[in-house]
C-alpha cells in the first residue's frame, strides 16, 4: 500500500509542475503579445483614406550644430557721416527730411557768414600782391646775378615772396574746405553764402537745424547714413566664442518678419570681451537689400559644424510624454470583419531626437533598425492617438 500513495505523491508533484509551467509560458505569451499590441497600430480603409498618410524613408542630411544668438544691423563707420560746417554762421536754406534720400555733391543746406566775405577778398587781395612780389623776386635775382644790387635787396624780395606765397596758398585751401572754388573767385562772386554738400550718397536719418539757426563748426547739421553695404553685428557669448570662425554661415531673421530668412557670414571676431562677459561679431550680409534699415533686431543661427546625420522630417516624429517614436509601415495587410475589411498595420518605435534643422531633424535609431523601411512621414499623429487610445481600452 505504501508503494502506492508514494505513487500518488509523485504524480500529483509532476503535475502541478507541468501545469505551473504551462501558466507561466502563458504569462509570458501574454506578455508578448501585449507588448507588441501596444506598439502596432492597425487601421481601416476608411480610416487611412481619412488620415493621408505619406511615406518616406530615413534619408542622410546635412545638418548643422548651431548657437542662438541676437544682434542688430549696422553700417561701418565710413558709411555713417556727419555733416558740420567748416566755419559757423546761419543757415539760409535746406530742403532736409528725415529719410530723404540725397547723393553725393547734392547741396543739403547752404551757410551765411560775412567772415566768408573777408576770407575771399583776403584771397584776391593777395593774389595780386603775390604777383608784384613774383616779378620783383625774378628782377632783383637777375640783378643779383649781374651784381647790380646788393644781396641783402634780393634776399628781402625772396622772403616777402615766399612768405605770401604760403599764405596764399593757406585762403586757398580755406576756400577750398569752404566749398568755395578759388580758380573760379572773382570781385564779382564774392559772396557771404556757401553750400554745404553731402560727402556721399545715402539716407538722411537725423536732422538738427532750420532756417535761420546758428550753428558753430562742431555742431552736426545731418546725419547720412549709407544703406548699401549694411552688416550684422552678433553678439557672442563668452563660453562659445572659441567655436566662432571666419567663414562660417549664418541664418538669421529680423524680429518683426519670422518668416523671411536671411543669410550672412562671419567675416570680423572681436578680441575684447564686454563687462556683460560677451563678444561683439561682424558678419557679412550674402545679399543687399535697400530696405534694410540700421539698427534692426535680428535672431540669428551660427552654424559651426556641417556633417551628415539620419534624419526624417519633422512631422515624422511624435512625442508621448518624454519618449519620441515613428511609425513604420507593416508589409502585411490583415483582414478584419464578417466582410474581411482590408486592415492597414503600422510598428511605433522608440527613437532619440538630435539637432533640428529646415525642417528635419535627426533621429538615432535602434539597434537592427531596417534603414529601407517605409516611414510614415506625414499622419503620424493619428497612429499615436489611434495608440493611445487602445492602451486605455
Known amino acids: 500500500m505504501q508503494w502506492i500513495y508514494k505513487f500518488l505523491f509523485l504524480l ?44 518616406g524613408k530615413v534619408e542622410m542630411k546635412n545638418i548643422s550644430a548651431t548657437i542662438s544668438v ?17 566755419m559757423g554762421g546761419f543757415i539760409k536754406t535746406t530742403a532736409l527730411l528725415q529719410g530723404m534720400k540725397v547723393k553725393k555733391g547734392d547741396v543739403v543746406a547752404t551757410i551765411q557768414n560775412p567772415d566768408f566775405i ?55 585751401e580755406q576756400l577750398n574746405m569752404l566749398n568755395i572754388n578759388p580758380s573760379g573767385l572773382s570781385q564779382n562772386s564774392i559772396s557771404s553764402i556757401v553750400n554745404i554738400y553731402a560727402p556721399i550718397s545715402g539716407y538722411v536719418t537725423v536732422v538738427n537745424v532750420n532756417i535761420g539757426k546758428y550753428v558753430n563748426p ?8 549709407d544703406t548699401d553695404h549694411l552688416h550684422a553685428e ?4 563668452e563660453k562659445d566664442i572659441s567655436k566662432i570662425k571666419k567663414g562660417q554661415r549664418i541664418r538669421f531673421v529680423l524680429v518683426n518678419e519670422n518668416d523671411n ?35 534692426m ?13 539620419t534624419a526624417l522630417p519633422d512631422k515624422a516624429i511624435v512625442s508621448a510624454g518624454s519618449s519620441h517614436y515613428i511609425f513604420i509601415k507593416s508589409n502585411a495587410k490583415t483582414a478584419s470583419g464578417k466582410d474581411q475589411e ?16 529646415n525642417g528635419y531633424t535627426e533621429v538615432v535609431l535602434p539597434d537592427g533598425f531596417d534603414i529601407s523601411s517605409e516611414v510614415v512621414i506625414n499622419g503620424a499623429y493619428d497612429l499615436l492617438s489611434k495608440m493611445n487610445n487602445s492602451e486605455e481600452e
Open 342 to 357: 482590408q486592415m492597414y498595420e503600422f510598428h511605433a518605435i522608440e527613437i532619440q531626437k538630435g539637432i533640428a534643422q
Open 118 to 172: 573777408k576770407i575771399q577778398s583776403q584771397y584776391l587781395e593777395y593774389k595780386q600782391k603775390l604777383k608784384f612780389l613774383e616779378l620783383d623776386y625774378k628782377r632783383q635775382e637777375e640783378l643779383s646775378k649781374e651784381n647790380v644790387t646788393a644781396s641783402k635787396t634780393f634776399q628781402q624780395a625772396t622772403a616777402d615772396y615766399n612768405s605770401l606765397l604760403v599764405t596764399v596758398a593757406a585762403l586757398e
Open 297 to 309: 533686431y535680428l535672431k540669428a543661427l551660427i552654424e559651426i559644424s556641417d556633417n551628415k546625420y
Open 234 to 237: 552678433l553678439t557672442v557669448f
Open 218 to 225: 562742431q555742431d552736426v547739421i545731418c546725419e547720412i547714413v
Open 12 to 55: 500529483i508533484g509532476v503535475l502541478g509542475v507541468s501545469c505551473g509551467n504551462k501558466s507561466t509560458e502563458k504569462v509570458k505569451t501574454e506578455a508578448v503579445n501585449n507588448d507588441k499590441a501596444a506598439t502596432t497600430v492597425a487601421f481601416s480603409q476608411a480610416q487611412f483614406d481619412r488620415s493621408d498618410i505619406k511615406y
Open 261 to 295: 530668412e536671411r543669410t550672412a557670414s562671419v567675416y570680423l571676431v572681436n578680441h575684447q570681451i564686454s563687462p556683460e562677459r560677451t563678444v561683439r561679431v561682424h558678419a557679412h550680409l550674402d545679399k543687399e537689400d535697400a530696405s534694410l534699415i540700421p539698427n
Open 70 to 86: 541676437n544682434g542688430v544691423l549696422d553700417v561701418p563707420p565710413q558709411n555713417m557721416v556727419s555733416v558740420s560746417a567748416i
